[in-house]
């Protein structure tokens, strides 16, 4: 296969930079006169700004000081309602949220000036979870504390109850993670009346970003320029939080004159930056005498924290999936995002699924229990396939054999000669090992009408020596978008992948292409790409510049003559919605979804009876997902992502105490090393997706999706105990094992 | 304020040093503020995740674990100064060819560590290889393709021999 095709492993394009340690990450970036930004942050999680007190024994000559009374236009973060302050002025809505920023060109003097600054304020009681925000004893957030509700609805659930055979009722937990992406957050920003803002930083999405600029400084788009510097990861940390920290450098440079730096440590990165939603679910569910499912009446609420940010989105798509891979008749799901006062929970890769996810999974497999029936027997008889409809009333439109893809999975993990296995060999054994799995899927791209809305743009330009460069705004954060779209043009135009080069997110110099989340990078980005690279072969063909056949070398001598004869060679390509899509947005129903990826996923493990800790033996990941456009990326965003969510199910634990992690450093935060890992082993299988890029469809978040309840389900089987909570730490094992 | 410095004498990719810096200022930034070698990074700032690693005299050690104090007379090797070396080269092809990075942020610790261990070891198992990398994190690959670069750079290695 050629280096340039669909399905070959194409090198990273920018590997050697990376290994060599010369890949520029926004830290490694300084300016002449640059000055270093601090925030000094609310100790209290609630409360008023009395006063702010600058130590008089200290010389603030030199250092520039911004609050509040700085900003030029609305003081607040734009996003999608804009309720979260840029710099807050009066009241506290969450421990660490921002109030004044300073800057000094000395970084070790800005550090000792950070101390010498006093918040005065008047404490007021607190609202920390999701129950007591549930209650409405205090009201922190709009009339109710409900930052975001709605209801999706199918069939008649009461109806259904009534002629139930049995109904499992049961509660499911999740807790928040961080994202610990290992560069931490970090802007520049230049910025003056005459010459507008620049901005230069760690980020997913410049034009949010861009947006978030415009509205803080009311100044005309043109007058503001974001570009993305080398990611050191991101995983959804650095989607919504880069434009808090752009607006704060910007401020500074704007009132300084200098470039600013603002890059967090890490301490303060855990403290202020979001997190993973943590998730309560309750599911009823009503199956008939055969194990049918008849009906199921799920409650699906999140923590969103003090302001709204992302929530309403991640409320949706964890409602959406919530319903899983069953056909279920009457299904009644209730959505609701609460306000808690802390800081603002995001975006982080699964975006709600892995919530809902885990509580389903976990949920089938206690029914399975209680029916005396294997869970892959009780799946069997309910799984959703083409024709049928989802929760949302969404007709499964392309082939889905979930049927086949559990075997398969099954077949590959031994899971059934494990099961016998196991049950023998653990009679007596401190160590006692369990297999269990997981079924589920992603959907992919914005979900309903969120594609039509961002209405995304990519251009592709041809220089006149003959290299292709690709413009969008999607960013590069270790997943391999650059080489993905590198391949998907050299293999439209038949040329070495040597010759395309992707252009580095600069709003100055790329359309919008909407954001890099939701796994619609390769899926709806790519096609566009694609699209656009179609255009532009078919152009020099049709102007007579290149022959139907032609060479790489007549490619380029093509390139050449059309730009000496008629200027630039820049070609458009915008999405359009496909129309097979209808989405109802405030009944949550329809075509939630383009498409979905489908999986099952098995972990094997071992769960020690002295010392509590559980350890992934081994994982198989067997999914559905269109087409691998590159195998060794494709795999890498699997692994990586299991990786993760192996994290999230037994090792990662936010301690809070009065809305503010506790473990705040990566000592005390946790994510498995090398050595807490197994060979996870990554399986493919192909259905194209007829919108995608050589019918690829979204991966990166699919692999959070399902390790938790399979690894769950797995520790049920090792010791017989049904763990509705995660993560599962020793202590907790050590708890249950005990009672 | 008027603050205590100590005098520094030190290589660092054999690179002659001479300057004066407050005692507690850390190994990792000298290199980076003062020799400008922005290929060791900060992730953690607490010896946790080993993106700071650098060979310090002739130990693999996290850099921002080192006080100035104890840089006097040392000699240390950054990411940029084994580039040019065989080995380097071949782990090099082999994370390249496997996938072992993606964003790239743990990297340069990464292949500190792995250029060590091969340094020591040429043919270190599977086992060996997970605890010699076990003290750099990384969070986007799930370090299946980073064993798998090792592997392959050993096998290289190998086949030259």
Redesign the interface.
């Given at each position: 296969m050629k280096q340039n095709q669909i399905g070959y492993s194409s090198l990273r394009v920018e590997a050697p930079e990376k290994l060599r340690g010369r890949a520029k990450y926004i830290d490694d970036i300084a300016f002449p006169d640059m000055l270093y930004g601090a925030t000094i942050r609310s100790e209290i999680s609630r409360g008023k700004i009395l006063n702010i007190d600058f130590d008089k024994n200290f010389n603030w000559d030199e250092f520039t000081i911004v609050t509040s009374k700085d900003i030029p236009g609305k003081n607040h973060v734009a996003h999608i309602m804009n309720d979260q302050l840029c710099l807050s002025d009066n009241l506290i809505n969450h421990k660490h949220e921002p109030i004044v920023l300073i800057a000094h060109k000395d970084k070790y003097l800005l550090n000792i000036a950070k101390s010498k600054i006093l918040i005065k304020t008047k404490e007021l009681k607190p609202v920390l979870s999701i129950k007591d925000s549930l209650s409405k004893k205090r009201i922190i957030w709009g009339k109710d504390n409900v930052i975001k509700q709605f209801n999706i609805s199918k069939g008649d659930v009461k109806k259904a109850f009534k002629i139930a055979h049995l109904i499992f009722e049961r509660e499911y937990y999740t807790g928040a993670q961080e994202h610990l992406y290992l560069e931490t957050n970090g802007i520049i920003a230049k910025a003056s009346h005459n010459d507008g803002i620049t901005v230069w930083g760690s980020m997913q999405c410049p034009y949010f970003v861009h947006h978030a600029l415009t509205s803080l400084f009311n100044l005309p788009k043109e007058k503001i320029r974001v570009i993305q510097t080398e990611t050191g990861g991101a995983f959804g940390g650095k989607e919504d939080y880069p434009s808090i920290l752009a607006c704060h450098a910007a401020l500074l440079a704007f009132k300084s004159g200098k470039h600013v730096k603002l890059v967090y440590d890490r301490e303060e990165d855990i403290l202020s930056t979001t997190k993973r939603h943590p998730s309560f679910s309750r599911y009823k569910t009503a199956v008939d005498k055969n194990g049918k499912l008849l009906a199921m009446e799920i409650d699906f609420y999140l923590d969103g924290g003090a302001y709204s940010t992302m929530s309403p989105v991640v409320l949706s798509r964890g409602a959406i999936h919530a319903g899983g891979v069953y056909f279920c008749p009457n299904i009644e799901i209730n959505a609701k995002a609460l306000a808690t006062n802390t800081s603002p929970h995001g975006a982080f890769r699964g975006f709600g699924a892995p919530q809902s996810i885990f509580a389903l999974e976990k949920h089938i497999n206690d029914i399975a229990k209680e029916l005396k029936m294997p869970p892959e027997e009780f799946r069997r008889i309910n799984f959703i396939s083409d024709g049928l409809k989802t929760s949302t009333g969404q007709k499964i439109r392309d082939k889905v054999d979930l049927n086949t893809l559990l075997s398969k999975a099954l077949k590959l993990s031994s899971y059934n000669s494990k099961i016998k296995r196991f049950e023998k060999e653990n009679n007596g054994s401190q160590i006692k090992k369990g297999i269990g799995f997981s079924t589920f899927m992603h959907g992919a791209g914005f979900t309903g009408e969120g594609e039509k809305r961002l209405a995304s743009q990519v251009a592709i330009k041809a220089t006149k020596e003959g290299k292709i460069h690709v413009l969008t705004s999607s960013t590069e954060m270790g997943q391999g978008k650059n080489t993905v779209f590198s391949q998907i043009v050299s293999s439209v135009l038949k040329i070495d992948i040597n010759l395309v080069e992707v252009i580095k997110p600069d709003t100055s110099k790329v359309p919008d292409s909407g954001p890099t989340v939701a796994s619609r990078t390769t899926m709806v980005i790519g096609k566009l790409v694609e699209n656009a690279a179609v255009d532009l072969k078919t152009l020099l063909i049709q102007k007579k510049y290149l022959n139907e056949n032609y060479s790489e070398k007549e490619f380029i001598k093509a390139c050449s003559n059309y730009t000496k004869n008629h200027g630039e060679l820049k070609i458009f390509s915008k999405y359009k919605q496909p129309s097979f899509i209808k989405w109802n947005e405030n009944a949550h129903t329809g075509d939630a979804y383009a498409t979905f990826s489908w999986a099952v996923y098995v972990a094997e493990v071992s769960v020690d009876t002295k010392t509590y800790e559980a350890k992934v033996d081994n994982f198989w990941a067997l999914q559905e997902v269109g087409k691998v456009i590159n195998p060794t990326l494709a795999e890498g965003q699997i692994e990586g992502g299991v990786a993760q969510a192996i994290g999230f199910t037994l090792f990662e634990n936010i301690k809070w105490e009065n809305g503010s992690p506790q473990n705040s450093k990566m000592s005390s935060y946790i994510i498995p090393t090398s050595m807490d890992l197994p060979d996870i082993k990554v399986f493919f299988e192909e259905v194209p997706y007829s919108e995608g890029p050589e019918g690829a469809k979204g991966i990166g978040e699919l692999p959070m999706d399902g390790p938790a309840p399979a690894i769950s389900n797995a520790i049920e089987n090792a010791v017989g105990i049904s763990f509705n909570r995660i993560p599962i730490l020793p202590e907790h094992i050590c708890e249950k094992l005990n009672s | 304020m008027k603050e205590n410095k100590i005098d520094i004498k030190c290589t660092i990719n054999g690179k002659k040093y001479d300057f004066s810096v407050?005692p507690m200022l850390r190994l990792i930034d000298i290199i980076r503020d003062i020799a400008l070698?922005?290929?060791?990074?900060?992730?953690?700032?607490?010896g946790?995740?080993g993106?700071c690693l650098v060979i310090f005299n002739g130990k693999i050690i996290n850099s921002c674990l080192v006080p100035a104090s104890q840089v006097h007379n040392s000699k240390t090797t950054?990411?940029?100064g084994i580039?040019n070396t065989h080995l380097y080269k071949v782990i090099?092809k082999a994370?390249?060819?496997?996938?072992g990075?993606?964003?790239?942020?743990?990297?340069?610790g990464m292949?500190i560590a792995t250029y060590d261990l091969l340094t020591q070891n040429p043919k270190p198992s599977k086992n060996e290889?997970?605890?010699a990398?076990?003290?750099?994190?990384?969070?986007?690959?799930?370090?299946?393709?980073?064993?798998e670069s090792v592997l392959d750079a050993i096998k290289s290695i190998g086949a030259e021999n």
């Open positions: - | 407050p070698l922005k290929g060791t990074k900060e992730g953690c700032g607490e946790e995740c993106t950054t990411i940029e580039v090099e994370f390249i060819k496997k996938g990075a993606q964003c790239g942020f743990c990297t340069p292949i290889i997970k605890f990398l076990s003290g750099n994190l990384c969070r986007c690959t799930g370090y299946t393709k980073i064993t």
